[in-house]
């Protein structure tokens, strides 16, 4: 019996241990499994707040630059934030702010939620530290920005094939007017007896007559034996269309074009310290702007000023300056120098094509050369004919030029090269062509308007200055909206390097990216 008791202690003992040993080994397991759930909900709890936290900062930088300047958007679809925030100063730190506000939306799901609060899987992180790091402004590295932008408006309004032609033509035209005036630049004043002996090579007039006078003759050699011996008629002094020329030139070249006109001309000017280009600049740091990667640059931003900018043509405008096509081009600080100065590089342009055409067509060469006989005549000099010849040409090219502008700045067409059809000027109306301009002023069918002039002239313009300029008309232009005073290319913001820190539990994370119109 004993024996039977002692077996049955002894089994019951090996069947609790049996059954402990089970119960630590299940234990020691669900502890680790736990430590496993703990360590897995930890990452978990990491990964989330990393997410969340970018989300959250590519949230607040969205909603920063969906805010762009909406005058400058809708005025030449540009697309940058005013860093200005209406003042006159680059507020960094406004954008920070703004940064933040939005990307709280998601750090704290509890913001401003009506229904009072997260659930169970929200995690509110606690913002800390945040900083712009880096940032790119319209005027960084030469305006790289503000180039990019206004090239790739330009396509998207106009696109690439429709910009091909007028790019095609312009530049044909441009290469036109180039030889043209190299061509009227090989013309000189030193050469006028070659160039007369070579149209009496052709039959177009007579050689200077040789006056033979004897010693013991006391009549003089009249100016009817002169004009004779040129086969031509005698132009008296008072007569010499030259002098009137000459007097004519004297006036100025806008009261030559307008004539009464010229006292309404507009006579807006800009001061000192107004333009973009007259301080300097503030600077991005941290982030190199987007170039244009596409060809035809310079054509772009010379559409994006004739497309968006008025000139003379356009009449006066309700803007700082009226003629900012021709601000553009001249640089000038007011209206009328400007104006001014395009019609003066205009009328060299049209004088060389005027002046080519006199050189080459036979009748105008003989008509010059008839009347330069008779003025030699009327001066009892027939040695000065062929020099006269030439001076006749040269005013008849400036005075042809002269009706060219007017038959433009009216709204009218002037082809580049000219030909007998579309010439204007008579020969004898040298010495009087403004008052004969009513008379003898036409426009052409086929040929080119003053904007494709303009065009032609700012082939000439360097990129970096004509880009310059047509920031500092934007930035006038933008001013004049209401509330937009202060407004300043060099505060806009392209683009935006925001790092921003958060903590939750005993963690804390950071978070860094960059945003911009060029992304």
Not at 395 to 399: E, F, L, S
């Given at each position: 019996m004993r024996d039977?008791?002692?077996n049955w202690l002894t089994d019951n003992r090996r069947e609790k241990m049996s059954r402990g040993s089970i119960t630590l080994f299940v234990s020691l397991l669900l502890l680790v499994l736990l430590g496993l759930i703990l360590a897995g909900l930890k990452s978990m709890r990491q990964a989330a707040a990393r997410t969340t936290l970018a989300s959250a900062l590519e949230q607040g930088m969205y909603s920063v630059f969906a805010q762009y300047?909406?005058?400058l958007f809708e005025d030449y679809g540009l697309l940058f934030v005013d860093g200005g925030y209406g003042t006159a100063?680059?507020?960094?730190?406004e954008v920070l702010r703004e940064t933040e506000t939005y990307a709280e939306y998601i750090l704290d799901p509890t913001k401003n939620n009506l229904t009072g609060g997260g659930n169970l899987l929200s995690i509110r992180l606690n913002r800390e530290k945040g900083s712009v790091t880096g940032y790119v402004l319209a005027t960084d590295q030469e305006n790289t920005a503000f180039r990019r932008q206004v090239c790739e408006q330009m396509k998207l309004q106009a696109?690439?094939?429709?910009?091909?032609k007028p790019s095609d033509g312009v530049s044909r035209d441009g290469d036109k007017a180039d030889k043209l005036e190299k061509q009227a630049g090989t013309y000189r004043a030193e050469n006028a007896q070659e160039?007369?002996?070579q149209d009496v090579a052709e039959g177009l007039c007579r050689p200077v007559p040789s006056i033979e006078q004897s010693e013991d003759s006391e009549e003089e050699v009249s100016a009817e034996e002169i004009a004779e011996g040129f086969g031509g008629n005698v132009v008296p002094v008072w007569e010499n269309p030259l002098l009137s020329y000459q007097l004519l030139r004297g006036r100025g070249l806008l009261k030559l074009v307008f004539g009464e006109g010229e006292a309404g001309l507009s006579r807006k000017e800009i001061r000192m310290g107004d333009l973009l280009s007259d301080r300097e600049h503030s600077l991005g740091m941290g982030m190199t702007p987007s170039e244009w990667e596409g060809p035809m640059?310079?054509?772009?931003?010379q559409e994006f000023l004739m497309e968006d900018f008025p000139c003379f043509s356009d009449g006066d405008q309700e803007k700082r300056l009226s003629y900012q096509a021709e601000y553009a081009i001249g640089g000038r600080r007011n209206d009328r120098d400007n104006l001014k100065?395009?019609?003066s590089k205009l009328q060299v342009l049209r004088a060389a094509s005027n002046m080519a055409f006199l050189m080459t067509d036979p009748d105008k060469r003989a008509q010059a050369d008839l009347l330069a006989a008779g003025i030699s005549a009327g001066l009892l000099n027939p040695e000065l004919a062929p020099v006269l010849a030439f001076a006749i040409r040269v005013?008849?090219?400036?005075?042809e030029s002269v009706l060219d502008l007017q038959v433009l700045t009216r709204g009218g067409k002037i082809p580049l090269v000219k030909s007998a059809e579309s010439w204007q000027l008579s020969i004898e109306n040298i010495g009087r062509f403004t008052s004969a301009a009513d008379r003898e002023r036409k426009s052409s069918a086929t040929g080119l308007e003053y904007k494709d002039y303009l065009r032609i002239l700012l082939l000439s313009e360097q990129t970096g200055k004509l880009t310059e300029r047509i920031m500092d008309l934007t930035e006038l232009n933008i001013r004049m909206h209401e509330g937009k005073k202060n407004f300043r290319l060099d505060h806009c913001i392209d683009a935006v390097n925001v790092e921003l820190g958060v903590s939750v539990g005993t963690g804390s994370y950071t978070a860094e990216r960059s945003y911009g119109y060029d992304m």
């Open positions: 039977t008791m002692r300047d909406r005058e100063d680059l507020r960094l730190d696109g690439a094939e429709l910009l091909k160039y007369y002996e640059e310079k054509l772009l931003i100065l395009v019609l005013a008849w090219a400036y005075g």
